[in-house]
């Protein structure tokens, strides 16, 4: 493998649900009570009570205004903010030079300028405007009651900073002694110490011209004392990008924030990063960080309610999530995009109401005690997910081994044992301790924000300010752990022999390694690692590999924690050889080190990194708005230039040969531990790791190995292995990266047909929307023999995995170079893909072909192929449940087709000699359909087609013999269960997928209602099954299709039994009838109007339109306007239309509904096991009094007793099938003749 990306567990995902708009209130007026004059001069923005408010220049000068306030209540602001706006008409009586910071006064023009008022004790904020007037333009009206005379003045819009023509204005900040919302006249104070906002009438933006900040601080958070800091706007971007970007930091709470300005971006996100994680739990309390994730998305004093956040989202066509790292805990979010006018324009734009509910778990959460413990359920829940996984049992055994005294020891998720049965033992109040610790380390100083939206940085600057000033600053030091390393002198030197739950067998040697904290423009971990992971020639990979050891092998080095040394980790999957021969590995790994430590740096082998990383980030596209703003919160935390954020670690800057040196310095035989994973070798397991009992040996590795590993760590030329050397120079690097960029009106949404015969059919779509050197080649070879029979489907993919395994060595120097393939079987025959920089695709392909035709059969490499075929299938059974039941929902759902136990029931007869005499048959006779998409022209895709074709020599298969893919159908009224017993016996969860069948997946009204029905259910079933009934951590409900049917299906992962699972699904479908039937039409249209949204969301690159066409291509529909046609379809809904619908296929009461559930059953039990009710199985745990009105609610039932699916070749013999796909337009309409696009 390439350089090895350590993806270690963290401590969450969850999945969030989402939110309600903020209401704007409409601008109306209320006036002062002087005379009508003096009424004219004071306008409200708001009507309300009058209140007077005072303001004068402490000066020999006087300047005095006097103001009647306005406060309006809006339904969502009611409980904890009331808003109050003032426009204040001001004049001078002295000469302008008395007011240095009105000078602008003798110009004939209004200087308007927005004066928000600093944080209030009691939250509420105060918006104001004030209108500065020449004297010569004054009434006398108010001269008796104010000390300057007032003039009337309009009210003026909440702007960014003052928009007045040919006017010079400077800034000022306004103090506030209000403590009180009742009528009192508070003082306001002018600085003296103000800064200008522009230096002349030239710097004035007029409103036709962008308002472009000059300045570092504009008028507005001047007033509220909350000035920003502008740290830079010149951020390295990909060559494509055409965001606007700003880094600022809020001078208030030294709050760091990237603003991010996307014009054409559908989805608005925003991320935060918080410098604490599981690093900083109390010893006594682990898992508190992740927990207090969880709690913050249950609701804060601004938003009480539990799901606020997550109905909101939900309503505006978004979602949400976190995770919780060793250093960190990142929130994020994403919702749609609609772009404000202006600052003031917040109810427009959905990522002003997210951002207001978002920045409130920073402000004030209020660890609700009515949510404390389902969520502390939640947590254990998704600890018991995790009990089985050997990614996380492995993960935290090295943990656990680690050096005590360093965090890194700490068990990371937590579960109710750690969190509240163990600590209430010793008396500890949990809910003030996740207080506590929010409290403590939760600092604005210690977060990193992004916002990426429509809005203009300016609007998103305000935005940033106004709703994150309130996160407090606590002045935190960033954590740093120097005083202690992972891996101490205690633990270096050892070995690990670890047992797995699934069949694997890996080697890991780690090693403490350089803190390249600050070495990001040279990170020498990527040189080094690059060639300890090569697989080409002369690498460690390559030689092992022949020798039959090894499977694969990757590398890499990763930090800990900032202040602490990093870890340098290489894992070799082993062979059944390679087992009996580790320690040969290791000493040819050390072997490989000291060739590195002979060879002095090679320069041109880092000006080939260094040139593809340039590509690679030049040629960079977009990814999901949430996935970049989560990212790059992270990458704030590194102490990089803050230009570099977006390019920082993806380019390589400096060769380095000195820091090169360095780091593989500590890759020696004194500075390193060992790990053997085995369910076989060596016996005798003694111990186990306390947080998931993973059986294992540890101890000291015998002084006679050390000696030959030292052996091999001083190796020579003459006595190392001859196969070692560095690689070869990589034929595959790109050289011609030219686009012809042509402008479109529209990109098209369809490819042409360019080719349409017995033997191939071929489509072809030049790129027109992302502009970049690379293309996706996809390639079917039709055959019906691979779904015949068991046998034949696992024999072809038996030879798919050969051919793999022979390109192996050839293609990882493509691999490099950003030139992937993948040859795969499917049902219907042989599966082509290569994508990448369209340069040297042609080369690839050829090989790949050629391999495909060609292919020599080796009896050692088929026995090791097979070997680890058949230990990925048995270990496919002891995947989480959630991930195996959708095989057996599918394997019910088709007409032909075969599961994992048929497969591998057949898997062990196979001999090489079986596919030696398959394969040619499987590419005798086929229909070859392609698609070209991306930086090539017509003429370019007739070659490749046409290479397929020669190369293969295959005869084209008669239509009538083309593989044809049917699904079941459910009568009205059926009510199918399969049970399965799952095989690992330890594991103590249950699954169920609970799928109602609705029809025809190319029925677009029926698609249309079952995509509304996952729009309205997502939220409120989540909300009610997982946040309420804490039935299990994976909660799943939406859409579900086959090749040709579309149903609606929920999938809940428990420690209930599959049947309590399936009562508390119906329950929820019954009760949910009655709150559509009552859903108002307004919050039905804004369900609407969210899936329109989602539906039409915009493509991010160029892979995912590829992806897209490739599936309306293989599914045989040609359905490339499908997003398009359910738009209309779901606007054209109606309420009526969905009940109808609902109550047909949906209720539990339909005599018409047709259900298939799957149970999984598991054998294990938990240790405190369930009754399968509703109430909890652990004392002190509580439900609301709605959740258990919910599980009182009787469910009426169709009365149709279910029909246990005991012989499935029975069962699918008695039902009925579809018709197959069928094209949804001729596709002579698709076809293109031109020479040339």
Request: charged share 25%; with cysteine.
């Amino acid at each position: 493998m390439r350089v090895r990306r350590l993806l270690l567990p963290s401590g969450s995902l969850q999945p969030t649900p989402t939110p309600t708009p903020v209401p704007t209130l409409p601008p109306s007026c209320s006036t002062c009570s002087t005379n009508s004059q003096a009424t004219a001069s004071i306008r409200q923005a708001r009507r309300a009570p009058s209140n007077p408010f005072f303001l004068q220049q402490t000066s020999s000068s006087s300047l005095s205004i006097l103001s009647s306030s306005s406060t309006s209540r809006a339904s969502s602001f009611s409980r904890h903010r009331r808003l109050h706006r003032h426009t204040f008409a001001v004049t001078l009586s002295s000469p302008p030079s008395a007011f240095p910071a009105f000078s602008a006064a003798a110009s004939p023009s209004p200087v308007s300028l927005p004066l928000p008022l600093p944080p209030l004790p009691s939250r509420r904020r105060l918006a104001q405007t004030l209108v500065v007037l020449p004297a010569s333009r004054a009434s006398p009206a108010c001269a008796s009651v104010h000390s300057a005379p007032l003039t009337a003045a309009p009210p003026q819009p909440h702007v960014a900073r003052p928009v007045v023509p040919n006017t010079k204005t400077r800034a000022y900040t306004l103090f506030s002694n209000r403590t009180s919302s009742t009528n009192f006249l508070p003082t306001f104070t002018l600085s003296p110490t103000l800064r200008r906002a522009h230096s002349t009438a030239a710097a004035m933006p007029t409103p036709s011209q962008p308002q472009t900040p000059t300045t570092l601080d504009s008028p507005l958070r001047e007033h509220r004392q909350r000035p920003v800091e502008r740290l830079t706007d010149k951020l390295e971007t990909p060559s494509l990008d055409d965001r606007q970007y700003r880094v600022i930091k809020i001078a208030s709470n030294q709050l760091e924030v990237l603003l991010v300005h996307d014009a054409d971006t559908d989805k608005a996100s925003a991320a935060m990063d918080v410098n604490v994680g599981n690093f900083s739990d109390p010893e006594d309390t682990p898992g508190m960080g992740h927990a207090v994730e969880h709690l913050l998305f249950m609701g804060t004093k601004k938003y009480p309610v539990e799901n606020a956040y997550s109905q909101y989202l939900s309503a505006h066509s978004g979602s949400s999530n976190a995770y919780t790292a060793a250093t960190s805990t990142n929130y994020y979010f994403e919702v749609a995009a609609k772009a404000a006018e202006s600052a003031e324009d917040t109810d427009r734009s959905p990522l002003y109401g997210a951002l207001d509910r978002f920045a409130q778990f920073f402000i004030e959460p209020l660890f609700l005690p009515s949510t404390l413990d389902r969520e502390l359920r939640a947590v254990d829940s998704e600890n018991k997910k995790n009990l089985q996984s050997d990614q996380w049992r492995l993960h935290q055994l090295d943990k656990s081994l680690s050096n005590p005294k360093h965090p890194y020891c700490h068990f990371s998720t937590g579960s109710l044992e750690t969190l509240k049965i163990q600590p209430e033992a010793k008396g500890i109040d949990v809910r003030q301790e996740f207080i506590n610790f929010h409290e403590k380390h939760y600092s604005a100083n210690r977060m990193k924000l992004v916002i990426l939206g429509r809005e203009p940085l300016d609007v998103l600057e305000e935005w940033a300010v106004d709703l994150f000033a309130g996160v407090k600053n606590k002045d935190l030091e960033q954590n740093r752990w120097e005083d202690e390393q992972p891996l101490g002198k205690d633990e270096l030197l050892t070995q690990i022999f670890a047992k797995p739950v699934m069949d694997s067998r890996l080697l890991e040697l780690t090693f403490p390694y350089l803190n390249e904290e600050d070495l990001y423009e040279s990170q020498p971990s990527r040189y080094i690692s690059h060639l300890i992971g090569h697989e080409g020639p002369g690498s460690i990979m390559s030689y092992i590999k022949g020798k039959g050891w090894a499977n694969g092998l990757s590398a890499g080095g990763y930090a800990v924690c900032p202040g602490s040394l990093g870890l340098f980790n290489c894992q070799i999957r082993l062979t059944e050889e390679g087992l009996k021969n580790y320690k040969e590995i290791v000493k040819v790994f050390f072997q490989y080190i000291s060739l590195l430590n002979e060879s002095p740096p090679q320069e041109w082998i880092f000006e080939e990194q260094r040139g593809l990383a340039e590509v690679d980030f030049k040629f960079k596209q977009k990814s999901p708005a949430s996935k970049f703003t989560s990212k790059i919160s992270a990458v704030m935390q590194l102490p990089l230039p803050r230009e570099w954020l977006l390019s920082g670690h993806s380019r390589l800057r400096k060769f380095d040969p000195k820091a090169i040196k360095a780091g593989l310095a500590y890759l020696r035989p004194d500075n390193f531990r060992m790990s053997v994973v085995s369910q076989t070798f060596p016996g005798g397991w003694d111990k186990k790791e306390k947080w998931y009992e993973t059986e294992y040996k540890y101890e000291k590795i015998p002084q006679e190995f050390i000696a030959e590993i030292e052996g091999a760590a001083s190796s020579t030329k003459a006595s190392r292995l001859s196969q070692l050397h560095l690689p070869h120079k990589n034929q595959f690097i790109p050289t011609n990266l030219d686009v012809e960029k042509k402008e479109v009106k529209e990109p098209t949404r369809a490819p042409t047909l360019i080719r349409n015969d017995d033997m191939v059919r071929a489509w072809f779509k030049k790129d027109d929307t992302f502009w970049v050197p690379k293309a996706n080649l996809f390639i079917q070879c039709k055959n019906p023999l691979p779904s015949a029979t068991a046998e034949n489907t696992i024999k072809s993919r038996v030879y798919a995995e050969l051919v793999r395994d022979a390109l192996e060595e050839y293609a990882y120097d493509a691999e490099l170079a950003g030139l992937d393939y993948s040859v795969s079987s499917y049902s219907g025959g042989i599966d082509i893909q290569i994508s990448g920089y369209n340069d040297k695709l042609p080369v690839l392909l050829e090989k790949v072909l050629v391999t495909m035709r060609d292919l020599e059969v080796k009896q050692d490499r088929f026995a090791i192929v097979k070997e680890r075929l058949l230990r990925g299938m048995r270990n496919w059974d002891y995947q989480q449940p959630y991930n195996q039941v959708g095989d057996f929902t599918r394997w019910l759902n088709v007409e032909k087709g075969f599961i994992s136990d048929q497969l591998l029931a057949e898997l062990p007869r196979l001999e090489a000699e079986d596919i030696k005499l398959y394969f040619p048959q499987l590419l005798r006779q086929v229909h070859i359909e392609t698609l070209v998409h991306g930086n090539l022209y017509k003429e370019d895709a007739l070659r490749l087609t046409n290479m397929v074709e020669t190369t293969l020599k295959a005869r084209a298969l008669p239509q009538a013999q083309w593989p044809v893919f049917r699904s079941l159908v459910f009568p009205p009224g059926a009510n199918f269960v399969y049970h399965k017993t799952l095989k690992d016996p330890a594991n103590v969860n249950h699954c169920i997928e609970y799928l109602l069948y609705v029809g025809d997946k190319a029925d677009r009204a029926l698609r249309a209602k079952c995509l509304m029905l996952d729009q309205i259910t997502h939220e409120p079933a989540f909300d009610q099954l997982r946040t309420k009934e804490q039935l299990g951590y994976v909660v799943f409900s939406g859409a579900r299709t086959t090749s040709t049917t579309i149903g609606y299906r929920f999938i809940v992962q428990s420690e209930r039994t599959p049947e309590y699972l399936e009562s508390r699904i119906d329950s929820f479908l019954a009760n949910y009838l009655t709150t559509l039937k009552n859903m108002s039409d307004s919050e039905f249209e804004g369900h609407q109007r969210s899936l329109v949204t989602k539906r039409m969301e915009k493509l991010k690159n160029l892979d995912q339109e590829s992806s897209r066409l490739w599936t309306h291509v293989a599914s045989d529909y040609f359905d490339f306007d499908l997003s398009y046609e359910d738009a209309a379809q779901v606007k054209a809904l109606t309420k009526k239309e969905m009940v109808e619908f609902y109550e047909h296929y949906i209720s539990p009461s339909s005599p018409s509904r047709a259900k298939l559930a799957v149970h999984l059953k598991a054998q294990g039990t938990s240790k405190k096991s369930s009754t399968g009710s509703i109430e909890d199985d652990v004392k002190g745990l509580k439900l609301t009094s709605e959740d258990k009105t919910a599980q009182e609610t009787p469910v009426e039932g169709n009365g149709i007793k279910p029909w246990v699916i005991d012989d499935v070749r029975a069962f699918k013999s008695k039902l009925g099938v579809t018709p197959g796909p069928q094209p949804v337009r001729d596709l002579s309409e698709f076809e293109e003749t031109d020479s040339k696009l």
